[in-house]
C-alpha cells in the first residue's frame, strides 16, 4: 500500500480536522472562538443523542452520503463523517456541524465471515470488526437494532463505514445490514472506496483488495494510477467489478493549518517518532504524549499540517484515549443497571446474571478508556459478551460501555437482552422464555416482529413459531433479580 496517507478513506480525513472541533483535547472556550473549521471523525452516542469527540453534536443544514443527497436519519453511531462548524470546537460540550458527509468504505454483499479471526470479506475486502465496531439491522420501520457480528451471514447486503488500515484491510467502524436480499434489483450493486493496485491501462484493469476491477466502460474522472485512492461504482460478479464511475479521491488538509485528528494508531516507529492515523502521516517528535502508544490504541492527536505536505501533521499534543479496540468475537448483548461490581475479582453482575473481564475487555465512557473500579451499582451500561466463554458460571465481557446520559431522558427502567432461547412456554397466559438467564414474560402490549424487523406478527405467530436456540432481541423493564417484562420481541436469524 502506498504510504501517503491522503489516500486512505476520506473517512481519514474526516477524522482529523474533526477534533479541533470536537474539543477531545481539552482546550479551553478560548480556544474555541477561532476561524471557522472542518470537522472530521466517528460520530458516538445513540441516534436520538449524537456526539462527536466526546461533545453533544447537533447536525444542520444539507447531508450527503458519499457526495449523494442524504438526510439528518443517516448520520448515526459508529459512522465515519466530514462536516463544517461555524467556528472550532475545543474545549465545546456541544456544537451544531452543517454540510455533512456519511463516508461509506465499502456497500456490498458479505460472501464470507470468520468468527474466530473477527473479520468479514465484503466485495473482496477484508473488514476487521472490533468491540468498539457498532452493528446494526435496518429495520423496515428506519428505526436500527443492535447486532453482534454472530448476527451477520454470507450473502447479507451490507454498508461499511470505517478506515484502512496499512494492511489495506477495513477497520470497521460501523456496519449496517440493509433489508437487500439477493435477486432483487441493486443487489449486485457495488460502492468501493480503495487504493488502485496492478493498474493495467492496456486492459483497463486494476485490483483493490482481491478484487478486480474492470473500468473499460466506466467514466473515470482523475488520474489513475497505483497507490491512487478511488471510489467505484459498478456491479459485482463473483471477484469482478464491472465500472461504471471511476472517480480520484483526494484527502489533503490546508497546508500549515490547525487540525485535530481521533482514531487508531497503525505503523508505529518510535524510532522516527510517526505513526499513521486514519491514512494520515503523524509526527509526534516534540509532542506532549499522554498514555502509551502502541498500534490498536485510539488516540486524539491536536496539531498542525505541514507547511510543504499537506498530507503531514505535526503534534503537539497526543493523547491516548482507548488503549486498545478489543475482542470482536461478542454473540449477545444486554444493557441495564448494575446490581453487584466487584473490581478486585473482575467481576460484576446485570440482572441475574454474572460476568467477568480480563485485560482485553474494553470500558468506554464518552469515548475514552476507563476501568471495571469506574463501575458502581445502580450504573446503567451496556454489555457486550461471549456466551461461548464462561468461568466459574460468568459470561466473558468483551466490551463496556457507561451510559452516563439524564435520569430525565426517558429511558429508565429500559433492558435489552440478545441472544439465543434456552427454554419457553407457549402457554397463552403464561407465556415465558429463559433468555441469557433471564426469565422473560411478555407484556399485554407487547410488539411482535419477524426476522430482520420485516414484518409484524401477532402474539401467537410468534410463539407457536419459537424453538430452542433461536436468536432474539427483545426490549422490556428488568424488574426483581433476572425478572424482565418483554415490550418487543425480535426474531433474528
Known amino acids: 500500500m502506498n504510504p501517503i496517507p491522503l489516500r486512505l478513506p476520506f473517512a481519514s480525513l474526516v477524522a482529523m480536522t474533526l477534533i479541533s472541533a470536537c474539543g477531545g483535547g481539552g482546550g479551553s472556550n478560548t480556544e474555541a472562538t477561532l476561524a471557522p473549521a472542518s470537522v472530521a471523525g466517528v460520530v458516538s452516542g445513540s441516534p436520538g443523542a449524537l456526539s462527536l469527540g466526546g461533545a453533544a453534536m447537533t447536525v444542520s443544514g444539507p447531508v450527503t452520503v458519499n457526495g449523494k443527497s442524504g438526510s439528518i436519519a443517516d448520520v448515526q453511531p459508529g459512522d465515519v463523517i466530514v462536516a463544517s462548524t461555524l467556528g472550532q470546537t475545543a474545549g465545546l460540550s456541544a456544537y451544531t456541524v452543517t454540510a455533512t458527509d456519511v463516508r461509506i468504505e465499502v456497500e456490498s454483499a458479505v460472501s464470507s465471515i470468520d468468527l474466530a479471526a473477527s473479520t468479514l470479506v465484503v466485495a473482496g475486502q477484508t473488514v476487521q470488526v472490533d468491540a468498539l465496531t457498532q452493528l446494526y439491522d435496518d429495520n423496515a420501520d428506519d428505526s436500527y437494532s443492535s447486532l453482534t457480528l454472530a448476527d451477520f451471514t454470507a450473502g447479507d447486503y451490507v454498508e461499511v463505514s470505517g478506515a484502512r488500515q496499512a494492511s489495506g484491510a477495513i477497520l470497521a467502524t460501523r456496519i449496517e445490514r440493509k433489508r437487500l436480499r439477493a435477486g432483487q434489483p441493486g443487489y449486485t450493486g457495488i460502492e468501493l472506496y480503495g487504493d488502485i493496485a496492478g493498474l493495467d491501462s492496456s486492459a483497463r484493469r ?129 444493557k441495564g443497571a448494575l446490581s453487584a461490581v466487584d ?90 422464555m429463559s433468555l441469557n438467564g433471564y426469565v422473560v414474560t411478555p407484556s399485554d402490549s407487547a410488539r411482535y416482529y419477524g426476522s430482520r424487523n420485516d414484518h409484524p406478527l401477532t402474539a401467537d405467530q410468534f410463539w407457536n413459531g419459537l424453538s430452542v436456540g433461536q436468536r432474539l432481541e427483545v426490549k422490556g423493564t428488568l424488574g426483581a433479580g433476572n425478572a424482565v417484562t418483554g415490550l418487543r420481541f425480535e426474531l433474528e436469524d
Open 206 to 334: 486494476f485490483g483493490i483488495g482481491s478484487l478486480q476491477v474492470d473500468y473499460a466502460g466506466a467514466s473515470v474522472e482523475g488520474l489513475l494510477a497505483d497507490g491512487v485512492r478511488v471510489e467505484v461504482n459498478g456491479t459485482l460478479d463473483g471477484s469482478l467489478l464491472t465500472a461504471s464511475r471511476v472517480e480520484v479521491k483526494r484527502a489533503e488538509g490546508q497546508r500549515s493549518a490547525e487540525v485535530e485528528v481521533e482514531g487508531p494508531v497503525s505503523d508505529l516507529d518510535p524510532a522516527a517518532q510517526t505513526f499513521r492515523a486514519l491514512g494520515y502521516r503523524v509526527s509526534y517528535a516534540g509532542a506532549r504524549v499522554r498514555g502509551t502508544l502502541v498500534d490498536g490504541a485510539r488516540i486524539e492527536v491536536e496539531g498542525r499540517f505541514d507547511a510543504a505536505d499537506a498530507s503531514l501533521i505535526l503534534a503537539r499534543d497526543v493523547k491516548v484515549k482507548q488503549r486498545r479496540g478489543g475482542d470482536g468475537r461478542a454473540d449477545g448483548e444486554v
Open 343 to 432: 473490581a478486585a475479582a473482575g467481576t460484576f453482575e446485570l440482572g441475574g446474571t454474572g460476568y467477568f473481564v480480563d485485560s482485553a475487555t474494553v470500558f468506554d465512557r464518552d469515548d475514552s478508556d476507563a476501568t471495571l473500579a469506574d463501575l458502581r451499582v445502580g450504573d446503567y451500561v451496556e454489555v457486550k459478551f461471549r456466551s461461548t466463554r464462561v468461568e466459574a458460571g460468568r459470561l466473558y465481557a468483551t466490551k463496556v460501555a457507561f451510559d452516563d446520559r439524564a435520569d430525565g431522558d426517558g429511558r429508565i427502567g429500559e433492558f435489552e437482552i440478545e441472544g439465543g432461547v434456552s427454554a419457553f412456554v407457549d402457554a397463552p397466559g403464561s407465556r415465558q
